[in-house]
């Protein structure tokens, strides 16, 4: 009787250690997850962007006046002079160099950029208008006016952009209204533009070349024409002389620059 009991219990025994290992079997194998591949961001060139530029400028300043002087104008003894009686030696192209920054916002849709921008910029072209008297015969009491600066010291611009973006490259037109002291135009151009490697100054740096043709309207006065005076005679009293304004005032340049933009809000 015994013995019939422990043969009992270890085929008990036996049968639960082989059900146990069954069971276990069946269970899932318990393994580390596979690692978390982050994506690589795609760039885009939405956002807002702030930079700074570089250049030059070639100006065509239309500014010239003129009026003939027929004998007789003058009192003895100067009745026989006549010729070309010029004020404004300001006709003609200058060139130099411009500087300044940009702000800006793009927004791109598929390959499709739009945008706007505006700078703000100095420029050193170097004009000026000078009084001259032709020919050399003019009365020696005539007195110049005081030089007419006309050089313009710095320009902006308000303008919309639109292009076609290839990844980090863009290729962009754009145009709007420009400004200088108290005269206003407009101005039209384009650009290509590129995003900086991830690992270079930033995903954010982009560097680009800008073409601009900006035209500003001008005072149409000229300072009212006046030029100098000069005395008819001795012991008369000052003449002053003025010229008619024989232009259409306008200043046109072209200015290519390049520009360093940082751009922030987005990748």
Do not use: H
């Amino acid at each position: 009787m015994k013995k019939c009991v422990l043969s009992l219990l270890a085929s008990t025994a036996a049968l639960a250690f082989v059900a146990s290992a069954a069971t276990a079997a069946d269970l899932p194998a318990r393994e580390a997850p596979p690692p978390m591949i982050a994506p690589v961001p795609v760039f885009t060139w939405t956002g807002f962007y702030v930079g700074v530029n570089a250049g030059y400028g070639w100006l065509d300043d239309n500014n010239t006046t003129g009026i003939f002087v027929p004998p007789g104008t003058f009192a003895p003894p100067f009745a026989g002079v006549s010729g070309v009686l010029g004020g404004g030696g300001g006709g003609g192209n200058d060139d130099g160099f411009v500087g300044g920054a940009q702000i800006g916002y793009n927004y791109q849709i598929g390959s499709f950029v739009v945008g706007v921008e505006a700078d703000i910029q100095w420029a050193d072209f170097n004009v000026e208008n000078n009084v001259f008297v032709v020919p050399a015969g003019f009365p020696p009491s005539f007195i110049p006016a005081a030089l007419s600066e006309d050089d313009m010291e710095w320009f902006g611009t308000a303008r919309a952009r639109a292009g076609v973006a290839f990844d980090r490259f863009l290729i962009y037109a754009t145009g709007g209204f420009a400004y200088s002291d108290n005269n206003t135009g407009w101005t039209a151009g384009g650009g290509i533009e590129w995003a900086l490697p991830s690992n270079f100054l930033g995903s954010a740096a982009t560097i680009g070349l800008e073409g601009l043709w900006v035209s500003l309207e001008r005072d149409d006065d000229n300072n009212g024409g006046f030029i100098g005076s000069y005395v008819p005679a001795p012991g008369a009293g000052p003449v002053n002389v003025f010229v008619p304004v024989a232009n259409n005032n306008d200043n046109e340049f072209f200015v290519a620059r390049a520009k360093l933009n940082f751009k922030f809000g987005t990748y």
